[in-house]
């Protein structure tokens, strides 16, 4: 059940544009763009620290966007976990911890976990609305998709849906619940929520950046934070998932010995069970180890990375519909 968690602190904001801290190490700065009484929309970036789409749309967006033609309250957070994203890794340099498997967090626990519970009681939580904004990062290069948790409640799960056609340069994923997910929580407080990957590769591609640009545009005007006709939207591809594990991206073909990775496939690559995804060379100079994707599909995870560990997950393989 939702909480009743009292008024958030932009509740007493002026209408207009604010920059507000919260917490200090940890913390983040959030962007508050308070326009005329209405609903109040969350948008995330930097969950994880090596990704730069968000962070990039989020600044460009709170200069683009004038509170006085808002309906509502965005709170824009472009880089939530800050440690992180100032090292350019996924999880804190540090102790490692990741933020988008801890939540709900924990108010005395690690850096992650402090983040987590920060954001959740004093944003997440209050939010009408949430969409957090993801890529594959340094490590792996991916199949830009929209995602979504079924919850099982019908209203939620149907707004969760028609958030994802927004971003309609994208396919769609519902997925199965997973512990320590910023939807996960989302899930808990009864906030429909959706999540967006882009490529990644440690840089912002230019058609990632217009296409984030153009889904959240396409997101203001159908939720009505923006007034204008609604948006003329592409039909895309849709998958729900059919395993708890299809969707978890650390998981699949996991490699089965540490060393060097050289891949056969890229993001969209359409592939036959069997198939080679690549091979894994043993630093020891045992034999080479070819990775076979384990059924038909199209690649829409894959290792950019050169050098693996045991358990790696090296490629995700989705039966896609056209």
């Given at each position: 059940?939702?909480?009743?968690?009292?008024?958030p602190f932009?509740a007493?904001?002026a209408?207009?544009?604010?920059?507000?801290?919260?917490?200090?190490?940890?913390?983040?700065?959030?962007?508050?763009?308070?326009?005329r009484?209405?609903?109040?929309a969350?948008?995330?970036?930097?969950?994880?620290?090596?990704?730069?789409?968000?962070?990039t749309?989020?600044r460009?967006?709170?200069?683009?966007?004038?509170p006085?033609?808002?309906?509502?309250?965005?709170?824009?957070i472009?880089?939530?976990?800050?440690?992180?994203?100032?090292?350019?890794?996924?999880?804190?340099?540090?102790?490692?911890?990741?933020?988008?498997?801890?939540?709900?967090?924990n108010?005395?626990?690690?850096?992650?976990?402090?983040?987590?519970?920060?954001f959740?009681?004093?944003?997440l939580?209050h939010?009408?609305?949430?969409?957090?904004?993801?890529?594959?990062?340094?490590?792996?290069d991916?199949?830009?998709?929209?995602?979504?948790?079924?919850?099982?409640?019908?209203e939620?799960?149907?707004?969760?849906a028609?958030?994802?056609?927004c971003?309609?340069?994208?396919?769609?994923?519902a997925?199965?619940?997973?512990?320590?997910?910023?939807?996960?929580?989302?899930?808990?407080?009864?906030?429909?929520?959706?999540?967006v990957e882009?490529?990644?590769?440690?840089?912002?591609h230019?058609?990632?950046?217009?296409?984030?640009?153009?889904?959240?545009?396409?997101?203001?005007?159908?939720?009505?934070?923006?007034?204008?006709?609604?948006?003329?939207?592409?039909?895309t591809?849709?998958?729900?998932?059919?395993?708890?594990?299809?969707?978890?991206?650390?998981?699949?073909?996991?490699?089965?010995?540490?060393?060097q990775?050289?891949?056969?496939?890229?993001a969209?690559?359409?592939?036959r069970?069997?198939?080679?995804?690549?091979r894994?060379?043993?630093?020891?100079?045992?034999?080479?180890?070819t990775?076979?994707?384990?059924?038909?599909?199209?690649?829409?995870?894959?290792?950019?990375?050169?050098?693996?560990?045991?358990?790696d997950?090296?490629a995700t393989?989705?039966?896609l519909g056209?």
């Open positions: 059940m939702k909480t009743s968690p009292g008024k932009w007493r904001l209408p207009g544009k604010h920059i507000k801290r919260l917490g200090s190490r940890p913390g983040f700065t959030a962007y508050v763009l308070r326009g009484p209405g609903p109040v969350v948008i995330n970036g930097a969950t994880h620290g090596d990704e730069y789409e968000g962070p749309v989020l460009e967006l709170v200069d683009q966007l004038d006085r033609r808002i309906c509502g309250t965005l709170v824009l472009p880089v939530l976990h800050e440690e992180a994203f100032l090292a350019g890794t996924r999880g804190h340099p540090v102790d490692h911890s990741n933020l988008a498997r801890v939540f709900p967090g108010p005395r626990g690690n850096h992650a976990e402090r983040v987590a519970d920060l959740l009681r004093h944003v939580r939010a009408d609305y949430y969409l957090d904004l993801h890529s594959g990062g340094v490590i792996s991916l199949l830009p998709w929209c995602g979504y948790v079924v919850t099982g409640r019908p939620i799960d149907r707004v969760q028609e958030m994802c056609t971003f309609d340069d994208f396919w769609t994923w997925s199965h619940p997973a512990p320590g997910r910023t939807l996960s929580s989302a899930a808990d407080e009864c906030v429909p929520a959706i999540y882009c490529r990644g590769g440690g840089d912002v230019p058609d990632d950046r217009a296409a984030l640009h153009r889904g959240l545009r396409h997101f203001l005007l159908r939720f009505r934070f923006l007034q204008g006709p609604n948006p003329r939207l592409r039909p591809v849709v998958r729900i998932a059919t395993s708890k594990d299809e969707a978890h991206l650390q998981v699949n073909h996991p490699a089965a010995a540490a060393g990775f050289l891949r056969a496939v890229t969209g690559t359409v592939v069970r069997g198939q080679t995804l690549g894994i060379l043993p630093l020891d100079g045992s034999p080479g180890i990775v076979r994707a384990h059924h038909a599909g199209t690649v829409v995870c894959v290792l950019r990375k050169r050098s693996v560990q045991v358990g997950a090296i393989v989705v039966p056209r």
